[in-house]
């Protein structure tokens, strides 16, 4: 057959170039070009204007549009079911993207077995072979009576194995091993991700086929990694937390169906991933003592509220520029708190290293840490631990003040829940009649926050 023709296109100034070279010739960009499939040509460019183009999509008025509820199918699985918003969307595309090894593969086995009795399940692998895939069944106690499965990698034969067996839900297991005969370039590269990707969306949306994605992010963010396909598919969901911890989060960034970072979580065990249905408090370590440093905070990952210690550790420095290093936080957001609390506080860390770190790997994006982190850092300067019973949430603000988060009484009834008998909250945040059982410190200012310390 004829191979399509192909050009390599720069990605930071868009010419197009003949043959591939290191460097783009129009821009002087390095490694910026990619290979992609050459344009057809335009009806319209071909001559006789738009009149060609006929048929297809009407335009008509907005209020004309009657709104359609999708209609959701479980999936089985209750925590996957949460994260895309209460169930799979028919033709719709999640993109399940992940560390290698941290149970990508496990999690969409499960939820295969969970479909297949009541629906036509189609589980394509590239990086397993058969044997291995039941390997893994067995293991998780699965019978695999009712899911087909496919070893394949190029993304024409899988469509062509997919039209004739027309699942409803369709796992590609990972995006990186598939290639497109259309393209040269090797698998796993940004062009061939890309592309097959394509493919595999059109067929979703022709078909009314779920389709799940597996991709693989490296620690650098994968530059062909699954970052490219964010914007064509309608769901991404990532999974976090330290793959030598046994706790796995499941976190959706995008969503087009639902909630954006809503969490699943699981546990990883000898059979799989288990759903941890009550989650709020696994990430606490008991201590028997109070430990300077460490302190519990009430945040809120989606829907649900969390508590999650956060520990900090400062140090004298011998370092020109101390060090300030924040894991699950943002480090930007860590370096301003410890201005506000030098400028607000009268507190100065010029010669100290800070470390600063949330347990259980959970990465938390919201600002209710700001307050907790501080006081974590302040307790560890001190070398004073703080009661075992306090929790704390609120952001801290560039004045020194401390604002209201969203869903502050839902926090606060959380943290009563699981024995914690003192708050320290924004005062906005608190309710009239306070909450039965708890000791709430409301707080406006920073320095009223550390006064209560
Ligand atoms: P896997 O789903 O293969 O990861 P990914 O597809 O994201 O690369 O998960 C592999 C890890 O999970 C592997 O280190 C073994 C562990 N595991 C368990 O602990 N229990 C189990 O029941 C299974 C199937 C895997
Ligand atoms: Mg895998």
């Known amino acids: 057959p004829k191979k399509p023709k192909t050009s390599y296109v720069c990605s930071e100034c868009g010419a197009s170039q003949p043959k591939w070279a290191g460097q783009c010739p129009d821009c002087g960009a390095w490694n910026s070009l990619n290979e992609q499939l050459a344009p057809a040509r335009p009806a319209a460019a071909r001559g006789g204007g738009y009149a060609g183009l006929a048929g297809g999509a009407v335009v008509e008025t907005l ?35 992940g560390d290698p090894g941290i149970g990508k593969s496990t999690l969409l086995l499960q939820a295969c077995a969970a479909l297949a009795s009541s629906r036509r399940v189609l589980y394509v692998s590239g990086e397993e072979s058969p044997q291995q895939i039941s390997l893994r069944a067995r293991r998780l106690g699965l019978d695999g009576e009712d899911i087909r499965l496919l070893p394949e990698t190029c993304v024409e034969r899988i469509l062509y194995h997919a039209a004739a067996e027309q699942p409803r839900v369709m796992v590609v297991d990972s995006i990186q091993t598939l290639f497109t005969e259309q393209l040269q370039s090797a698998p796993g590269s940004v062009s061939q991700v890309r592309e097959s990707a394509a493919q595999l969306v059109r067929f979703a949306k022709q078909r009314d086929t779920v389709v799940f994605l597996v991709g693989h992010v490296t620690k650098e963010g994968a530059l062909a990694g699954p970052r490219v396909l964010e914007h064509m598919v309608d769901t991404v969901l990532y999974f976090e937390g330290e793959s030598g911890g046994a706790f796995r989060l499941v976190r959706s960034i995008k969503n087009r169906f639902g909630a954006v970072n809503e969490l699943g979580v699981f546990l990883m065990g000898d059979q799989g991933l ?20 460490s302190l519990v905070m009430v945040t809120r990952e989606g829907t649900r509220p969390l508590l999650v210690e956060v520990q900090a550790l400062v140090d004298e420095s011998s370092l020109a520029n101390p060090r300030r290093v924040a894991l699950g936080l943002d480090q930007n957001r860590l370096s301003m708190l410890l201005a506000v609390l030098h400028r607000h506080g009268g507190i100065g860390m010029f010669n100290q290293d800070v470390f600063v770190n949330v347990v259980g790997g959970v990465r938390i994006g919201e600002t209710a840490a700001d307050l907790p982190v501080l006081m974590a850092v302040l307790s560890s300067y001190r070398d004073r631990p703080l009661p075992l019973e306090l929790a704390v949430f609120g952001e801290v603000g560039l004045s020194g003040e401390v604002r209201p988060v969203p869903n502050g009484p839902d926090r606060l009834r959380e943290a009563v829940k699981h024995g914690l008998r003192r708050v320290i909250a924004p005062a906005g945040n608190v309710p009239k009649g306070g909450v039965e059982g708890l000791e709430i410190v409301a707080v406006r200012t920073l320095s009223e926050a550390l006064d209560a310390l």
């Open 274 to 293: 288990r759903e941890v249905k009550n989650p709020s408090a696994i990430f606490l370590s008991r201590h028997d003592e109070p430990t300077p440093g």
């Open 63 to 97: 209020a004309e549009v009657a709104p359609e509820e999708r209609a959701r199918t479980a999936c089985g699985i209750g925590e996957l079911d949460r994260v895309l918003g209460g169930g799979l969307v028919g033709g719709s595309v999640i993109l399940l993207g």
